[in-house]
């Protein structure tokens, strides 16, 4: 087992307990990708409310979940994308309210903005071409790459053959890798790393 997976496996299980300090870990460590995931099936624009949700749902179920480290990521893996299927279904019943955003444009930033930006744009920028890809491929993509979840725990999630998600993986990676060769300002290494992927 990992370092990381090591750390988060006793964070889990110490959260299972009532301990605050070892949940912040936890969601410290898993919600970035599991963020990305729901951006995925849901778009930029609900992702945070959508992620919120799964939190909620993982906070309650927590006390009875049994696994470790990969076998969590997975569990709440599964747990955004019902969610995310849920707000999808709802999403279609019901128009769309704008709201209005401009009292917050005053307000600073606690945080280096500029570096912040920098690696929210290169975030942006990967889901974005993962977003491209159909729908399966990039669901696929976004649990084995963005999640980092092995090939068995990502068809479970899916309902889905290892073979199967064997396939939608690397034919996602090779279109993007493609988008990327294609992009002048991304470099030749980056567009192999992802082929080779």
Same mark, same amino acid.
Request: aromatic fraction near 4%; hydrophobic fraction near 40%; glycine fraction near 6%.
């Given at each position: 087992m990992h370092k990381d997976d090591v750390a988060l496996t006793a964070a889990v299980r110490s959260a299972q307990k009532g301990d605050e300090a070892a949940f912040r870990a936890v969601y410290r460590a898993v919600n970035p990708r599991l963020l990305g995931y729901v951006r995925t099936l849901v778009g930029e624009g609900d992702a945070e409310d959508v992620a919120s949700e799964a939190w909620l749902q993982i906070t309650r179920d927590l006390a009875g979940f049994k696994g470790d480290a990969d076998q969590f990521r997975g569990w709440s893996a599964r747990i955004a994308r019902n969610r995310s299927l849920d707000h999808i279904r709802a999403r279609s019943r019901r128009p769309a309210?704008?709201?209005?955003?401009?009292?917050l444009t005053?307000? +600073?930033a +606690?945080?280096?903005? +500029? /570096?912040? /930006?920098?690696? /929210?744009? +290169?975030?942006?920028?990967? =889901?974005?071409l993962i977003s491209r890809l159909p729908r399966g491929q990039a669901e696929v993509v976004t649990l084995r790459v963005v999640m980092g979840l092995d090939v068995k725990r990502t068809a479970e999630i899916l309902g889905k053959r290892p073979g199967a998600v064997r396939t939608a993986a690397q034919r996602g990676l090779k279109q993007i890798a493609e988008? =990327?060769?294609s992009d002048s300002g991304v470099t030749e290494t980056a567009a192999r790393t992802l082929k080779g992927m």
């Open positions: 309210i704008g709201g209005d955003e401009t009292e005053d307000r +600073a +606690a945080s280096d903005t +500029a /570096a912040e /930006a920098m690696t /929210a744009q +290169a975030t942006r920028r990967t =889901l974005s988008w =990327l060769e």
